[in-house]
């Protein structure tokens, strides 16, 4: 279970948040305990988060209800941006047009340094339970993106065919059990939990 942490000021005002550490707004919190609620009553066996406090924060509500302790896992943090973090969409564009145009900052992180990372944190994880056992991970939009393509090995390129997770929504993944991708992940749910009126944007 990839779990996206729930809404900041600058998810709001559409603001590249990346490694800055922004928490939840109150908006946010109500989220969090809404996801939290629908996500206690799949049972899971752990609960790991990224350090920054949208996160953690997050995964905190979900610790309250199910008594589970949250692991914190520096490899799930939000894709760095670099000289993008703070600035909004109007203004990255404005500034960095071919930059914007690939969505890459020139000194943030690749997608592909993402994904390496956020899949060996899940890996590692999921090494510790038993099979059948349902892991959470408290992480974010472009982190759970990136990550999500890793575990299906798909391309990066064609990982946007994917929409992205509202605030405190989830992707599920379940292990294949037969045929050619026997032992592979696939997408049992994608944006479980997503709002009508949630704002839907990935690094912002």
């Known amino acids: 279970m990839l779990w996206r942490h729930g809404q900041t000021a600058w998810n709001l005002q559409r603001r590249y948040q990346g490694s ?4 939840l707004d109150e908006v946010g919190v109500e989220q969090a305990n809404r996801g939290a ?9 752990m609960l790991v988060s990224s350090p920054l406090l949208r996160a953690r924060a997050s995964a905190g509500a ?3 209800v199910t008594d589970l302790e949250v692991i914190v896992d520096d490899r799930l943090v939000e894709r760095g941006g670099g000289a993008w973090e703070g600035l909004t969409d109007a203004e990255i564009r ?6 914007y145009a690939v969505w890459q900052p020139a000194d943030g992180e690749t997608p592909e340094q993402v994904e390496k990372r956020v899949v060996a944190a899940v890996e ?3 090494s510790e339970l038993p099979d059948q056992a349902v892991l959470v991970v408290a992480s974010h939009g472009a982190a759970i993106r990136f990550g999500l393509a890793g575990l299906l090995e798909m391309p ?6 994917f929409g992205p997770l ?5 992707s599920l993944l379940e292990r294949v059990p037969y045929g050619r991708l026997r032992g592979g992940w696939r ?5 479980a939990g997503t709002l009508p009126t949630q704002v839907l944007s990935d690094d912002h």
């Open 20 to 23: 800055t550490d922004v928490p």
């Open 37 to 45: 609620r629908l996500l206690a009553a799949l049972r899971p066996a």
């Open 62 to 64: 979900l610790a309250e």
């Open 94 to 99: 404005s500034r960095f047009p071919s930059e």
């Open 124 to 126: 590692d994880a999921l």
């Open 156 to 161: 990066q390129e064609y990982v946007d065919r």
């Open 166 to 170: 509202g605030n405190c929504s989830w």
């Open 187 to 191: 997408v049992a749910e994608h944006n």
